[in-house]
């Protein structure tokens, strides 16, 4: 089973994914996508550790998240990706490794054993944005997010805490 589960900043996406994790029943792996280049990530990213269960493995994805993935990924596991966008950010100025990254991890994604939960910010409903760069960041985050939703079973909105299913197959 994999979900897609997007939201804007602040939107309770990660404590609903954290919540999906949980009730998973099984070992829980989370992958963690943040880099700490300031202090305010730094403060965010401290925030997401003290909430999180301390029976949880907590993996640091680097670039390499397909990688990552396909070793973590179990029958019995439930494996938690949160951020797909912090991903992006940490690869975008590198288009050429972004594309190999991205193409690796869609390959991976379909054929993973046990319960993906993969988080992302929806980014792509506000205004165009001024910057090259920004944009296309808009635009890659919205085809990832196209593509992974195409291959999960389950999308999940997340506005206000308030999860709206927009996928689900069985």
Not at 93 to 113: K, N, S
Not at 143 to 151: C, D, M, S
Request: charged share 25%.
């Amino acid at each position: 089973m994999r979900e897609l589960v997007l939201g804007g900043t602040k939107s309770g996406k990660s404590l609903y994914a954290e919540s999906q994790a949980q009730a998973s029943g099984g070992e829980v792996v989370y992958v963690a996508t943040a880099r700490a280049n300031d202090a305010e990530m730094a403060e965010r990213i401290a925030a997401h550790r003290a909430r999180r269960p301390s029976h949880w493995h907590t993996v640091e994805a680097g670039d390499d998240l397909a990688g990552v993935l396909l070793g973590a990924a179990a029958d019995d596991r439930c494996v938690l990706v949160d951020c797909l966008t912090l991903w992006l950010t940490a690869l975008i100025e590198r288009p050429r490794h972004w594309a190999q990254a991205r193409e690796d991890l869609l390959t991976a994604l379909p054929g993973l054993p046990g319960r993906i939960v993969l988080v992302s910010n929806e980014v792509g409903e506000g205004v165009v944005p001024l910057g090259e760069l920004t944009r296309r960041f808009v635009d890659e985050a919205g085809r990832l997010h196209q593509a992974i939703a195409a291959r999960c079973e389950r999308v999940t909105l997340v506005t206000a805490g308030l999860p709206l299913t927009l996928k689900e197959t069985t």
